[in-house]
């Protein structure tokens, strides 16, 4: 069972994702914005980070780039919308292990995970 992290400035969607994830594995927390996701990732060091790509303050690649440049083995996935393809190239550059379009499915969502997160 993967800790899992939750980073979307959208309370409906760290709701939706919580309730995909919470069966199969431990979510360790919410945030809403990329600072607020590097700050829970040092204290915690999941076992994953569900990354949204747009939040305020700081922005999904910006935290992704942080927290691989200093725990490389962390898997990050992505969490973008439909029309995003630059920043999904961005994402991927700092580092970001998949991602997932919203709107999420339960099967495309655990998909993504177990190509990430060794079971």
Do not use: W
Not at 84 to 113: H, L
């Amino acid at each position: 069972m993967a800790e899992v992290l939750i980073a979307d400035d959208s309370e409906f969607m760290r709701n939706l994702l919580r309730e995909i994830l919470e069966e199969d594995h431990n979510i360790i927390g919410e945030v809403e914005n990329g600072v607020e996701a590097v700050e829970v990732f040092k204290e915690k060091e999941p076992d994953l980070v569900m990354m949204d790509i747009v939040m305020p303050i700081r922005d999904g690649i910006e935290a992704t780039d942080e927290i691989k440049n200093e725990y490389p083995n962390s898997n990050v996935i992505m969490c973008t919308s439909v029309g995003q393809e630059e920043k999904m190239k961005e994402a991927v550059k700092a580092g970001a292990d998949g991602y997932i379009t919203k709107p999420f499915q339960k099967p495309s969502v655990i998909e993504a995970i177990q190509d990430v997160v060794p079971s």
